[in-house]
């Protein structure tokens, strides 16, 4: 009978001699520890046997010490080395940031800016500070205190000093991506501060205080909703996202916890629970406008669900040794899962170093990016609790991937991983999916007592009215108890009011909507008066829009005109059916597992009801690769001539001009190419072609740098950048650009962001347009760039000696090749890497995959012809391919894809039929055709005799963005308005616009008749307000007051209505010449 899909045949045979085999490495495991123990009281007893002296015993002890010393010095040194080149990332990035502390206040940094100017301003205000903290302390928290609880009526601060040190903000990183109504900013907060608060509480004797605090953590502030009046944004609030680094430094704890109703708290209590009060979902929200929903920003609804299975571990460190290490132990190892505020923890399994838990857990996620799951495990000890790891994950990557299934490496640790499996669950407003949620639920198990949970129901309490008074005409001091099942959760007390008004949220999980209810007593702040309750069913919610109840609710066993309003959301947690893994990445190690070769299985709960052992989980049959998989582009530069180079190389201390020997560096992306060297030439030809791949991120650069080569060193003849962004929003740019730093020269480039087509009608004609090219540095222009991305394989052989193979692939088409990652020993590996080619000619390439054992051992082999790709729908193979010299079940999951390049220069006429003619390809680029030259003396009133010039524009829309953007390049052929020419600039408005609020002007280029300006100007429309509006733009000279030299060169009046705006064409435009 075959094997499981993901199953290694010799697993299967060898699974019965698992438990022997355990038992017999178990033996062998207690006879080397006695051997050791033995081995080292060997020596002892010989040297009383033959009488030595005790003196050699000692000295050689003392050498056997002194090399134990220095070894274990070296293997530490070592696994630091290793430790920071694993991690050499991380530690970079930590080192950075502490260095920003240290810069100038003028440095700043792309993603988080510092901001001397406002900790100069604080550090200025913090006397004045000290003040107003003083006086809230005094008369406001104290009374509000000392009403809290009769043990502390006798409660006063006796001493506020807030210290001379003022807090830090070591940097600050804004967010405007997320929401256009609201600005959310990251304060990197430092705080060692030298306060001094005194209390006291005469009732019993005691004095107590704090001197010297300290804070480090990142404050999430968020500015929402920005309104069209001052002071310009609604409220402030402000939170920690995680829990921050809080250390008080108290003076008379100890006393102060022998009063009653403190005494069972602790120093680390009251800093957990004072951390707890700053970290998520706790919010300080401050209204700056009236009217102003205060409880939905101090309490939105949350962004998801995460839910969490806690599998297993694996290779944990042994905690629990015998003789201090001479015998090793095992541990007793439990974990300790946090986000925020919320956290749980496991049972501890006794002696494994390899425990399972198959636990879950479910945790709601306030925020993202920003909030992280931290896993940390522990040895269980009678006294205190050892150390085994850390990790952490960031909940933004589980948001995007929907699904995590994974082994994670411990940090600050020897050894060890975790095995966790994250789940993004969606919020739906609507009940549709409920019975297949609650039925998917039923089919999921682990050992927690608490079934997994099908929606989570948010409670938002805003207020009461008209409550039934106290005996004796009394005011109540009302409060609130939410129940849901076994679950309650209690409100703020309003003390002394019968209209209190809470302002409290409350969020629970549900098992099953259809068959639970919500219970919402009010009582008085003993616990015992009932002032009305409140019981809904949560069938109610399912036929309400958007699963959504806002509004008054009359109150049961209450005054008849007593009312409490709530706003209670329901939401279906909905896990994404594409979303859901097969199998989760292979075992850091498989050594001692006894587990199947094959991986690990997905199912958290391997045995089904009664004991039964469920199936396994069939193979997908596609890839599933990351989103932002083939969504690169290409980039072609054609580096074509410059003109008016600066003469480096004269003669005689430069009384005799020479020449240049020019070169130019292009640097993009990390990749430096350069160009073949003009000997003495101030005008040098080069028309050479270059193409690089690159990903979409945002502010990367194109940086031109010219040289003149030497025998020393090559002289400086100027440079110039250009932006990506600015390249893809054009698609096609052919224009001269000046060179900076230097007095003269310009370089004409011709640069193309290549469309990506599937249309295989097309290759022919890129083909054809392909060989009409020939440039100097013999590329070939590309067709097509090859998409590949290697998921996984399945059955691969075994070594030699019997051992799973450490697999590695090497991707490879024609010269150029690309290796995955080494994978850790199995027979189904597991890579998700991507990779790109560029294609000359799909038609006659080959891609070839070379499976092997760390580089060496060969373990299998595909070749794939493009042609077989040209051959499928859509240009895209996704399945498992059979390797070739490897075993008959050896496969490999892939995804290959194809994209033909289109290009703006690959355009063919068409005669009458609609055939394509063979000679109307246009024909290749001749460097005369563009000399400067003929240019200037190039007439263009022979269509126009009323023409002033023209202008190089480019007019588009940005979808992503969501902008107009109008892009000035160039003019040419102005006319003159002096004996000097001219100094020209362009200025723009979009009509109708009565404020002048688009108008826009370029920078003045001083006599130049053919000026260059290369400056884009956005606005923020919408595609249908873009459409109605009408360009009018002029090129104006720029003249003095007095002067009497014409100002109007040519004017331009363009509707946007008659250009395809998404498209974002470069076209030249003719100037109209002023009649007047």
């Known amino acids: 009978m075959d094997a499981e899909p993901g199953v290694g045949r010799g697993a299967t045979i060898a699974a019965p001699d698992v438990p022997n085999q355990a038992a017999g490495e178990r033996a062998v495991s207690v006879l080397w520890s006695f051997g050791k123990c033995l ?69 700043s940094f792309p993603d988080v800016e510092k901001v001397e100017w406002l900790n100069k301003i604080v550090q200025q205000a ?23 609880s009769i043990h502390l009526q006798t409660l006063s601060f006796t001493k506020v000093n807030i210290g001379d040190k003022a807090v830090k903000v070591v940097g600050v990183k804004a967010h405007t991506e997320l929401d256009r109504r609201q600005v959310i900013l990251d304060l990197y907060l430092s705080y060692a501060g030298d306060v001094e608060v005194n209390v006291e509480i005469k009732k019993y004797f005691c004095k107590a205080g704090v001197k010297g605090v300290q804070l480090h953590g ?20 402000m939170f920690f996202i995680c829990r921050p680094k809080l250390d008080i430094h108290w003076t008379g704890l100890t006393n102060l916890l022998d009063i009653p109703g403190l005494n069972a708290m602790s120093d680390t209590m009251i800093m957990d629970a004072i951390a707890s009060y700053l970290v998520l979902p706790n919010r300080l929200t401050v209204p700056l406008v009236a009217d102003l929903q205060v409880a939905q920003l101090r309490s939105p609804l949350p962004r998801g669900v995460v839910r969490i299975h806690l599998v297993e571990a694996e290779d944990l460190t042994a905690k629990d040794t015998v003789i201090k290490g001479l015998i090793d132990g095992k541990s007793d190892p439990y974990a300790v899962l946090r986000v925020g505020t919320q956290i749980f923890t496991s049972h501890h399994v006794d002696s494994n170093l390899n425990p399972q838990w198959r636990e879950m ?33 960031d909940l933004d990557i589980v948001k995007k991937a929907r699904v995590v299934d994974d082994w994670f490496n411990l940090k600050d640790v020897p050894s060890g991983s975790v095995h966790l499996r994250l789940e993004w669950l969606s919020l739906l407003s609507s009940g549709n999916r409920l019975s297949e949620v609650i039925q998917k639920n039923q089919n999921l198990t682990s050992k927690t007592t608490d079934p997994p949970s099908a929606a989570i129901l948010a409670v938002y309490l805003d207020q009461a009215h008209d409550l039934p008074m106290r005996k004796g005409n009394k005011d109540p001091s009302p409060m609130v108890q939410v129940s849901i099942q076994d679950t309650t959760k209690e409100s703020k007390t309003c003390y002394g009011t019968n209209s209190p008004v809470w302002g409290d949220a409350f969020t629970f999980f549900i098992q099953d909507p259809r068959k639970q209810e919500i219970d919402i007593q009010v009582k008085d702040d003993d616990r015992v008066l009932s002032l009305g309750s409140l019981t809904i069913p949560l069938t109610r919610f399912l036929s309400t829009p958007e699963l959504t109840m806002d509004q008054w609710f009359q109150l049961e066993n209450s005054g008849s005109a007593s009312r409490i309003y709530v706003k209670i959301v329901l939401r279906i947690l909905w896990l994404s059916d594409d979303a859901t893994p097969t199998t989760p990445s292979p075992r850091p190690s498989a050594s001692g597992s006894g587990k199947a070769q094959g991986g690990i299985m997905s199912e958290l709960n391997p045995m089904g009801p009664g004991g039964l052992a469920k199936p396994q989980p069939t193979r997908p049959q596609h890839t599933t690769p990351d989103p932002e998989f083939a969504t690169e582009g290409v980039l072609r530069i054609h580096l074509m001539e410059a003109q008016n180079l600066i003469a480096k190389d004269n003669f005689m201390g430069g009384m005799v001009k020479g020449k240049s020997d020019p070169y130019v560096k292009i640097r993009v992306a990390g990749i430096t190419y350069r160009s073949h060297t003009i000997k003495e030439n101030l005008n040098p030809i080069w028309n050479e072609l270059y193409e690089v791949i690159l990903t979409q991120l945002p502010g990367q650069e194109i940086q031109f740098e010219l040289f003149d080569k030497d025998i020393d060193q090559d002289d400086f003849l100027g440079r110039f950048k250009l932006s990506l962004r600015d390249i893809i929003s054009a698609q096609f740019i052919d224009t001269w650009y000046t060179l900076n730093d230097v007095k003269s020269g310009r370089v004409h480039l011709l640069l193309e962001w290549l469309p990506k087509s599937s249309e295989l009608s097309r290759l022919d004609q890129i083909l054809q347009y392909q060989t009409q090219q020939s440039f100097q540095n013999k590329v070939v222009p590309s067709t097509a760039v090859l998409f590949v991305y290697v998921e996984r394989a399945h059955g691969l052989p075994l070594k030699k000696n019997g051992k799973e193979p450490k697999a590695g692939v090497d991707v490879i088409l024609k010269s150029v090749s690309q290796r995955t990652k080494v994978c850790e020993r199995s027979t189904s590996p597991r890579w998700d890497e991507a990779f790109h080619f560029l294609v000359r000619d799909p038609r006659d390439e080959v891609v070839t995959l070379k499976l ?37 079940e050896s496969q490999i999951l892939l995804k290959v894809m194809l994209k033909l ?8 006429r068409r005669d009458a039929d609609g055939d394509i003619a063979g000679d109307h390809v246009i024909p290749r680029w001749v460097p005369s055709h563009l000399d400067i030259r003929q240019r200037n003396a190039f007439s263009i009133a022979g269509e126009n005799a009323n023409t002033a010039g023209q202008v190089k524009l480019t007019i588009g829309y940005s979808i992503e963005e969501s902008r107009l953007f109008i892009t000035v390049h160039s003019c040419r052929a102005l006319a003159s308005c002096s004996k000097d020419g001219a100094d020209p600039y362009v200025t723009f408005i979009l009509l109708p616009d009565k404020k002048s609020t ?56 363009l509707d946007l209505d008659q250009i395809d705006l998404k498209a974002a064409v470069t076209q030249w435009y003719d100037l109209v010449a002023d009649t007047n």
């Open 998 to 1053: 688009t108008k826009r002007r370029t920078a003045t280029k001083k006599r130049d008749l053919n000026p260059e300006f290369n400056e884009r100007f956005d606005f923020d429309f919408t595609l249908e307000e873009s459409i109605q509006r009408r360009l009018d733009l002029s090129v104006k000279n720029s003249v003095s007051f007095m002067s009497r030299e014409r100002e109007l060169i040519g004017k331009l009046q």
């Open 361 to 393: 857990y479910e945790v709601i996620v306030h925020e993202v990016p920003g909030q992280e799951l931290e896993v940390e495990v522990f040895d269980k000890d009678p006294d205190q609790d050892d150390f085994l790891g850390r990790v952490k994950v």
């Open 852 to 888: 092997s054992n760390n580089w060496g051992q060969a373990l299998g082999s595909l070749t794939l012809p493009l042609r077989e790709v040209l051959n499928v729908q859509g240009l895209v193979l996704d399945h498992w391919f059979n390797l070739e010299g490897a075993l008959p």
């Open 39 to 107: 081995g080292a009281l060997l020596p002892v007893y010989l040297a009383g046997y033959f009488g030595f002296s005790i003196s050699i015993v000692l000295f050689g002890l003392m050498i056997y010490m002194g090399w134990k010393h220095s070894r274990v010095e070296k293997m530490m040194r070592l696994k630091s080395a290793v430790y920071l080149l694993e991690n050499e990332k991380g530690f970079t990035t930590e080192s950075l940031f502490r260095a920003k502390r240290d810069l100038p206040p003028w440095i």
């Open 901 to 908: 390049l289109d290009t703006q220069l690959a355009v063919c």
């Open 126 to 148: 913090w006397p004045f500070i000290g003040q107003y903290m003083e006086k809230l302390l005094v008369e406001t928290i104290a009374p509000a205190i000392r009403a809290s």
């Open 218 to 237: 990142k404050l999430r502030v968020i500015l929402e909703p920005l309104i069209g009046d001052i002071p310009l944004v609604g409220a402030i609030t």
